[in-house]
């Protein structure tokens, strides 16, 4: 019974590592400005919580983006529902949830009002083909940075599963996501057995 108190302790302290506010604001400001959708959300988010604030790890943070991939729906809201869980349970995914989506209704709803203005703006389109540059090259580090993390981790496996799933997706019709669900699965076979193994 104390070892079950204990780790009870051990969870609610790291999900208390940051405030329910801080945590809002910090996705809310991530948010408002992450251009490009989908997974030019993981940079911002694994800058501010696992470099800045320190209450994620690189492993959490993998998880967080695997997770994210493999559901439904944005990858942004995903990563930063996943986050906010991870966090401070399921108050924290609730706080997360709003973060995320808030920015998009009021950045949508001033473009709506004013679509025709921004349409026509050549800063704003400048400013937009500028922005999208620099998407690839931060998509690119955060990937790069991601892989050798998981590389440390278990490299043949990373490196196997790589070289499959960009066969795959390159050379067949397959659905992506039936694709990250094969190597889900070849995931939790391969730990399995090495779980095994030295259990055994």
Known sequence: MEVLLYVIIILVNEMKKISLVKL????????????GG???IVPAIRDAFVNDLNVITEDDMMNIV?????????????C?????????????????????VLPCLIILSIIAKFYQQFKSNFFINAAL???????????????????????????RFAVGIIIISLLFAVFTNINTGLIILISGVLG???FNMIERSKNG
Request: hydrophobic fraction near 50%.
């Open 129 to 155: 083909e500028g922005i999208s540059g620099v998407i690839s090259a931060v998509l690119l580090i955060t990937v790069y940075q991601m892989g050798l993390s998981s590389f440390k981790r278990n490299g």
């Open 66 to 78: 695997a997770l994210a991939q493999g559901g439904p729906g944005a990858m942004a809201v995903s």
């Open 80 to 100: 930063s529902v996943l986050t906010g869980y991870r966090l401070r349970g399921a108050i924290g995914a609730i706080i997360s949830l709003l973060a995320s």
């Open 38 to 40: 989908g997974y030019t």
């Open 188 to 190: 939790i076979f391969y």
């Open 24 to 35: 809002f604001l910090t996705l809310f400001k991530i948010n408002s400005i992450t251009f």
